[in-house]
C-alpha cells in the first residue's frame, strides 16, 4: 500500500494540510522533519504509536533523542540518502526494538516544501509491515514444507514402483521386468545389427552359506552381490534376480570379449569382498556363463540356454571363474 501511495505523491513538492490529511486518512505514521537540522516538525498520532513514541515528546527532538545509538545512525543514513536524491522519492526499511519487540517498517521519503521558496523539509510516511511478513514467513515455511512433502511422496511413489519391478534383496530387477527388457534389445539389435551381451550368474556353495550362517545370512550375500552387480552395470544394462542363487545381466551394445572383462572384473571383486554378519565375516564367490548375441545364438531362447550352458561349465571347473559361451559358425552351403 505504502509504495502505492508513495507513487501518487512523487508529483507533490509542496506540503499541504490538505495532503497531510489525505496520507492520515490511510492509517500510516506521518513524520516532518526540518531538512538542515534535523529535528521533527511534525509526528501524527499514528507515527507516536507505530513507532513508540507516546511517551516522548517527537516535535523538537531528533533521532538521537528518541531512539537508541543504533537505529539513529540507520535512520540518519537514510534521510542522508533521500536528500542526496533530491526531488525522488527513496524507498528504505528498518528494523526497530519497540516494547521488547522486533517490528519491521517499510518507510517512504522524499523531499518537500511548505512553499517553493521555503525551507527543505523531510517528510517520511512509515508503515508497519511486521505482521505481513510473519505471515508471509509462515506462508514461505508452508510452501516449503508441502514441497518436501511432496518430493517425499514423489520419492515414496518410485519406491512402490520400484518395489513392482526390483527384488527387495538385492535391489536388482525381477524376471519380468529384465524379460521385456531382453526382448527389446533383440529387437532394436537386430534392426541395427549390433551385438549385446548376456551373463548368467551363480553364487558358489550357496547350501554350505546357509548351513553355517542361517538363510539371513544367505540374504546378506545376496545383497552384497545386489550392490556389486548395479555398481559394474550402467543405466542400459539390466541386472536382474532370477531367484535363490541365480542370476542374470543384460549388458546392452556389448560384445562377448568386452563382457567378459567386465565380468571378470565383478569376479575378482566378488572373491575380494567380505559380507560381515553376526560378527562374522562370510566370503563368497561367483560364477559366470558369458553369451552373445547373435554370435553365441540368434534366437532370444538359445542365447539364455547358451549362457546357461556356459554357466554349468564354469561350475563344473570348480565355481569363481567366468566361461564364455561356443561361438556359433555358419555352416557353408
Not at 159 to 172: A, I, K, P
Request: glycine content about 6%; proline content about 2%; aromatic content about 4%.
Amino acid at each position: 500500500m505504502l509504495d502505492a501511495i508513495a507513487q501518487s505523491a512523487l508529483g507533490e513538492q509542496v506540503l499541504t494540510d490538505a495532503f497531510l490529511k489525505a496520507l492520515d486518512q490511510f492509517g500510516l505514521a506521518i513524520l516532518i522533519k526540518d531538512a538542515a537540522s534535523g529535528r521533527y516538525e511534525h509526528a501524527n498520532d499514528t507515527a507516536s504509536r507505530l513507532l513508540g513514541l507516546t511517551q516522548k515528546p517527537v516535535v523538537g527532538a531528533v533521532d538521537a533523542d528518541l531512539f537508541e545509538a543504533s537505529q539513529a545512525m540507520a535512520l540518519r543514513a537514510a534521510d542522508q540518502q533521500t536528500l542526496a536524491a533530491s526531488s525522488r522519492g527513496v524507498r528504505a526499511e528498518h528494523k526497530l526494538e519497540i516494547g521488547g519487540e522486533r517490528h519491521e517498517f517499510v518507510a517512504w521519503r522524499q523531499v518537500m516544501r511548505e512553499r517553493d521558496d521555503a525551507p527543505a523539509k523531510l517528510l517520511s510516511v512509515w508503515q508497519d509491515v511486521t505482521e505481513a511478513r510473519r505471515k508471509e514467513t509462515q506462508l514461505q515455511h508452508a510452501l516449503a514444507q508441502l514441497e518436501q512433502q511432496q518430493k517425499a511422496n514423489d520419492a515414496l511413489r518410485r519406491e512402490v514402483q520400484d518395489n513392482q519391478v526390483r527384488d527387495t534383496v538385492s535391489g536388482l530387477y525381477h524376471r519380468a521386468h529384465f524379460e521385456e527388457q531382453l526382448r527389446r534389445e533383440a529387437d532394436l539389435s537386430s534392426r541395427e545389427q549390433r551385438e549385446f551381451a548376456l551373463v548368467a550368474v551363480a553364487i558358489d556353495n550357496m547350501e554350505d552359506i546357509r548351513q553355517r550362517h542361517g538363510v539371513e545370512g544367505c540374504e546378506r550375500v545376496v545383497e552384497a552381490l545386489g550392490r556389486l552387480l548395479r555398481a559394474n552395470t550402467r543405466a542400459m544394462d539390466s541386472p536382474c534376480r532370477l531367484g535363490g542363487d541365480r542370476f542374470v545381466v543384460l549388458l546392452s551394445g556389448v560384445g562377448l570379449a568386452i563382457a567378459h572383462s567386465r565380468m571378470e572384473q565383478l569376479r575378482r571383486q566378488c572373491s575380494q569382498h567380505i559380507v560381515p554378519f553376526n560378527g562374522q565375516q562370510i566370503p563368497f564367490t561367483v560364477c559366470m556363463g558369458v553369451a552373445s548375441f547373435p554370435h553365441t545364438a540368434g534366437v532370444v531362447e538359445e542365447l539364455m540356454r547358451s549362457a546357461d550352458r556356459a554357466l554349468a561349465g564354469a561350475r563344473e571347473k570348480g565355481g569363481n571363474r567366468v566361461a564364455l559361451a561356443s561361438i556359433q559358425f555358419a555352416q557353408e552351403a
